[in-house]
Structures are given as C-alpha cells and as structure tokens.
C-alpha cells in the first residue's frame, strides 16, 4: 500500500508529531529503559521521541518505509510485518504506540478487535498503549469533499475520495506527480482503504479485552471531548 508511497511521504504528511511528543512524554514522566514498541511506524519519524525512554522496537507492513526508518534511526530493531501477528515477536512492552491512523487501514471491525487483542497480549501488566483513529466526522467529511489537490515545485497530487457500501469507510485514489533530476516528473499512483468506528464500539472492544480506559481526546487536545466535530480521537488505554 505504502511502497511507492515512502518515495514521497516525509514531505506530505502534514501533521503534528510534536503534540504526539507531548502526549507521550506526559504519560512517561522521567521513566526510562523501558521496552517499547512502534506500530504501524511508518519512516520512522516518531522513534527519537521515543528513544528517550528506553529500547524500541518498530513495525511496519512496507519494507520500503522500514528501510527508510531505520537510515534514520539505524541502532533500533525493525520488522516488516502485520499489526495482527506482533505477538510472534514474542516480546512484553511496557509501552506501544500506534500513531496517525493505523488502525483506520484494518479491514473490518474483526479486524480491529484482533489488532487491540494482539496489543493487549503484547504488553506488560500496567503497560499503556497509545492510538489514534479517525472520527465518523473525519470520514463524512472526506466524502463531501470528495477531491483533494497540492502543488508545490517538487510534488502535486490528485486525491479522490469515495464513499463505499460500507459503513464509515472512504476508499482514496491517489495520483502523485514527482519532479525527477531531469525536470521530467514521475507519475505514482496509490490506493487506500480506510474505515473507523463510533466510540462506544471502540471503547466496548477494548474493555471486552482487558484494556481500561484511562483517558481519550480529541484533536491533540487533552480537555476535548468533543467527539462529534473533531478529526481525530487519540485513546490512552492500559493493560
């Protein structure tokens, strides 16, 4: 999904890691030399944050955003691999972290509540697990507006969006137009799929688990609870 996609994906993700930063250093206090793992770690972007608090481990599905993480961060350990299946590794982490809409990509809500089992089983007793997903507004959104444009002297895209037969999930087309050395541009082309949840079937999945809920928020914001007209809702839950 993301293999042509990490030619380009540094320079289009438009967020915020620094409020991720924030929100993990204020439930990681001073600790240290613990063992965590990045899920779903993309290029790597968010491993510094998290070296300050001990050893990490990163997974991704795309080899090519793991080659891409680990020129970053070359002294980690990587694995190309599926959130469903980061039991084999046979590790207990004290801390997970699963940032900027991993969990919107699992296909189903089967899928969904094995990916929360796989993390809870992945963790240490009183280990945290930090996630984010997209609202139902996010989605709706995205299929009103339905076509998506960026230019800049390097990069432009094409992003179309469109509603399926299920419930709360966009399928996306991409069309990137790259500039090469040469002045010519290289045409890529990427297809997504994502789906979310109401919160109440997330938060009955997860405490159906194991998982209690210490906090949720939205939008990067610790006191907003406002569900309904945010983008973006980031759970905190612990083992």
């Known amino acids: 999904m993301y293999e042509n996609l ?43 944050y998290l070296k300050k608090y001990g050893q990490v481990f990163a997974v991704d599905n795309s080899e090519q955003m793991l080659s891409i993480a680990s ?50 089983c992945s963790l240490k007793s009183g280990g945290k697990f930090i996630f984010d997903i997209h609202t139902p507004k996010k989605m709706r959104d995205m299929i009103d507006n339905q076509v998506f444009a960026y230019e800049n002297d390097e990069i432009s895209y094409l992003w179309f969006a469109y509603e399926t037969e299920q419930e709360l999930e966009v399928e996306s087309e991409l069309t990137f137009f790259i500039k090469q050395k040469n002045g010519l541009y290289r045409r890529l082309e990427q297809f997504h799929t994502q789906r979310t949840y109401e919160i109440e079937d997330i938060s009955s999945a997860a405490k159906e688990i194991g998982f209690k809920i210490n906090k949720y ?16 809702i980031i759970f905190i839950l612990e083992k």
């Open 6 to 48: 990490s030619i380009v994906y540094d320079k289009l993700m438009d967020v915020d890691y620094d409020a991720y930063a924030n929100i993990i250093a204020q439930e990681l206090g001073d600790k240290k030399d613990l063992l965590i793992l990045d899920l779903g770690c993309g290029s790597g972007t968010m491993i510094p």
């Open 71 to 120: 020129s970053k961060s070359p002294d980690n350990n990587f694995f190309a691999m599926d959130l469903l299946e980061i039991s084999n590794l046979g590790y207990e982490f004290d801390f997970i972290l699963s940032a900027f809409d991993v969990f919107n990509y699992l296909p189903d809500f089967t899928s969904f509540k094995d990916g929360l089992k796989e993390v809870y």
């Open 217 to 232: 928020f939205c939008d990067f914001e610790l006191y907003n609870k406002d569900y309904e007209n945010s983008d973006r």
